[in-house]
């Protein structure tokens, strides 16, 4: 896949995907219709922060930034990279 392609992602995915550490699997769909997906966050009680752009950041980002996980992510696996989404299937 070209490069120009990568430059859509976040940097540290872009780095990744370049270096050949993580690649996408033979069944991505890279063209779609546009959909209504939904995100789970979790919060404190009585904390009503709207969503924002760091409720969407991958393990790995947020491990990058110093966040700490009971287990480290896998650099290697492209699923430490994304960021749960649903879709409203009604």
Not at 5 to 24: D, M, T, W
Not at 28 to 36: A, F, K, L, S
């Amino acid at each position: 896949m070209a490069e120009e392609y990568y430059l859509r992602f976040p940097s540290i995915l872009k780095k990744a995907l370049i270096e050949g550490n993580v690649s996408f699997d033979d069944n991505v769909r890279y063209e779609y219709p546009p959909i209504r997906a939904y995100r789970m966050i979790k919060r404190k009680n009585n904390d009503e922060t709207s969503i924002q752009l760091s409720d969407f950041k991958s393990h790995v980002e947020r491990e990058a930034e110093g966040e700490r996980f009971s287990s480290r992510p896998d650099k290697n696996n492209i699923a430490s990279y994304s960021c749960s989404l649903f879709i409203d299937l009604t």
